[in-house]
């Protein structure tokens, strides 16, 4: 079983960066589809930013700009680093590897972003 264990959430003032970190349990290489999603309080979970093969990337309208996806396949890593953040970033962020044929989660990581 895959698992992918996510770290660096925490409490954070408007304005305030943070850099989130995902371990993952197996080799990644370029061809793995890699994201981050989130869950705020009441609504349902959300892309946030995503890597697939070859690099390219996608990213939520609401984080454009302000957040940055990258990955590390020697260290079977992904982050997300975020910036410039406000109330509306507050969420449980969860990790993902998805493919073909499997759909790993990590167990998420509570960010709270306060005014």
């Known amino acids: 079983q895959v698992q992918l264990v996510e770290s660096g959430g925490g409490l954070v003032q408007v304005g305030g960066s943070l850099r989130l970190s995902c371990a993952i349990s197996?080799?990644?290489?370029?061809?793995?589809?890699l994201g981050w999603y989130r869950r705020a309080p009441g609504e349902q979970r959300k892309l946030v930013a995503s890597?697939?093969?070859?690099?390219?990337?996608n990213y939520g309208d609401s984080v454009k700009g302000r957040f940055t996806i990258s990955r590390d396949n020697a260290k079977n890593q992904l982050y997300l680093e975020m910036s410039n953040l406000k109330p509306d970033d507050t969420a449980v962020y969860y990790c993902?590897?998805?493919?073909?044929?499997?759909?790993?989660w990590g167990q998420g990581t509570q960010v709270t972003v306060s005014s």
């Open positions: 993902r590897n998805v493919g073909a044929t499997f759909d790993y």
């Open positions: 890597m697939g093969g070859g690099g390219n990337t």
């Open positions: 197996k080799t990644i290489t370029n061809i793995n589809h």
